[in-house]
């Protein structure tokens, strides 16, 4: 009897495993793609007295020329391998999607430090904290995106596990 129950709950369960990275995927294309992609063109080098100062992710450049183009392709990339990783069920495409939110994490994090230790009356601008908020976004949703394929993975071995043999 507890057989016949775990054979019907195997296609709801690979539903909502669909559903839940169909939604997951889009949240992180909302909160975490877009906002890496809008923020890399605004404001990173902020003067909030005269403006005089004012750079935005184009023309900052830091550790490249246009440090705002480098997040930028990585936030795209963020985006096409989360949708890539919904049409697929990848595992994979989604460790992509989350292998460049750690990126942008890490260079975000790099550039407000080295504002914030900047001296005169320069700091970070609106662009950097939207990055660094759709990053922290994109992390949760390429992460448990990448979860639930892991989740699907465990299945198929259950399902092989379970198999009648052919003795």
């Known amino acids: 009897m507890a057989v016949a129950q775990v054979g019907v709950s195997k296609p709801a369960s690979r539903r909502r495993v669909i559903i839940g990275s169909s939604v997951i995927s889009l949240l992180g294309i909302t909160f975490g793609s877009c906002l890496i992609v809008a923020g890399s063109a605004l404001t990173w080098r902020s003067d909030r007295i005269l403006g005089l ?24 990339l963020m985006a096409v391998a989360l949708i890539a990783g919904v049409l697929f069920q990848s595992r994979a495409l989604y460790a992509v999607a989350l292998a460049a939110d750690i990126c942008v994490a890490g260079f975000i994090l790099y550039e407000l430090i080295y504002l914030f230790a900047a001296s005169g009356v320069v700091s970070p601008g609106n662009g950097l904290y939207m990055v660094l908020g759709g990053s922290v976004a994109g992390f949760l ?27």
């Open 53 to 76: 100062y004012n750079q935005s992710g184009w023309k900052y450049s830091n550790i490249a020329g246009g440090d705002g183009k480098i997040t930028m392709a990585l936030g795209a």
């Open 141 to 167: 949703c390429c992460l448990g995106g990448y979860l639930m394929m892991t989740e699907t993975r465990a299945d198929a071995k259950v399902q092989l596990l379970e198999a009648p043999s052919a003795d």
